[in-house]
């Protein structure tokens, strides 16, 4: 076959450039060996944001505990029962052309899925994402473990769980599956949850869990699993399921990048500001490694689509990446943590306010805070977290896009009472 430009993996940002070249009218292969759409529809974002919506509903006591709902709720609404059909005939409805399969790069311009050969004369978009990393732990392959398939896909609640790892895959499920009957443990290896965020975030995580009954261990080294009639052991702690959530990888090896002369045991492949891998190749998402996120996958896709088709583009820029763990309390942040700052060597200042003070905070009886990291008069970083922590974060990450001075911010009228009046405290703080 021969087109204009491939897209090697269908998750939501090569679904995006695909579509996107094909409504233009270019001539667009697109590559796909599971579902279009990718991850976040079927396995990640959507139905798990549904899942913890359900779970806040059980905890506030507005639905029971029951899964069979949720469950139906994401095969029939969410997934379609994991089908495609209708991502893919959007697709095709544009004018692409979808091949199933696993695509490899044989060539420049070239994959080649199966025995069929597709050749591309502008160019390859590399959007083949990321699949979960299992460490290897003694004793773990061959058991039935689950991975954020499983546990997405899961038609009933195990009575009891082990979540190895506290990111945010393990934490947003932990609190999931506890709410809904499950007693729930989650092992970290380090000394905190959601360890790339903010200290406070991880300790306020820790706190909720704590009063929930989840039972979590930090600090813990796993050196061997054991599988038999009561299900999983390890580290001490027996449960009927394991649910593996240590972070993600890219295997560029399966993807055959040494034909384009990129190095395939690199963990990312490196891009230049316009997503350029190298001539003709460009890639996006969770296979470049500057963050796992879906709206980081649309971003990338953007740029690679102004690129090719040659309107105004813009080069990448990463000082400003918002990211929400959507836990209760919800922890939105962007851009640097005070910790990453100062490794930087910058002049750093810091302002905290906890959310209880503010009389938002106080009437709704939450839990949280904003913690805003500055340097040269501008925020570098911060962090926003509470009931509407992903939320609040979105005045916060303008203003670190943006590098609206500190002084510009503090002289801001905020509305009262919000939750968002925090940030004005710790303004304050800021300037203390
Ligand atoms: C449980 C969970 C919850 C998440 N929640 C959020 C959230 O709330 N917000 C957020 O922003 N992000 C979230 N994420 C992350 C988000 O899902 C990913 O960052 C996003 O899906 C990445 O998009 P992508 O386009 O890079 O690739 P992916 O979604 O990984 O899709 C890549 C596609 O390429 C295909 N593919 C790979 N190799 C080949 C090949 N050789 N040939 C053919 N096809 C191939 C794969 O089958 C896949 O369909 C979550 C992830 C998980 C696991
Ligand atoms: N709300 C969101 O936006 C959202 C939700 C889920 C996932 N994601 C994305 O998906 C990606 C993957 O999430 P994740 O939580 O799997 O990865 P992660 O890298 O965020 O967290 C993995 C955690 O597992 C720990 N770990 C690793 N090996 C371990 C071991 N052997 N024993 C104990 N602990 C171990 C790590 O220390 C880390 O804290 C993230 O990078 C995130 O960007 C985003």
Redesign the pocket.
Known sequence: MDVDVIVLGMGPGGEDVAGRLAEAGLRVAGVEANLVGGECPYW??IP??MMLHAADQVEKGALPPDWGPLARRIREEATDDWNDKVAADRFTGKGGHLVRGHGRITGAGEVTVGDQVIRASRGIVIASG?Q??V?P?DGLEGTPYWT?HQAIEAETVPESLIV?????????LAQVFSRFGARVTV????DR????EEPEAGELIAKAFADEGIDVRTG???SRVTYGDDGFTLAGVTARRLLV????RVDLKALGVAAIGLDESARAIPVDGRMRAAEGVWALG?AVGK????HMSMYHADIIVKEILGQPAYEAEYHAVP????TDPEVGAVGLTEAQAREKGLDVRVGFTDLAESTRGWIAQARGFVKLVAADGVLIGATSAGPSGGEVLSMLTLAVHERVPVRRLSQMIYAYPTFHRAVSAALADLDR
């Open positions: 990640g974002c798990s944001k990321s979960p990393a460490p732990i954020n190895l790892g506290g990111g945010a895959v393990g934490v947003e092992l970290e290896g380090l949850l959601v360890a790339i813990v080294k796993v959530a240590t972070g993600r969770d963050g796992a996120f879906t990211r929400v763990t959507f």
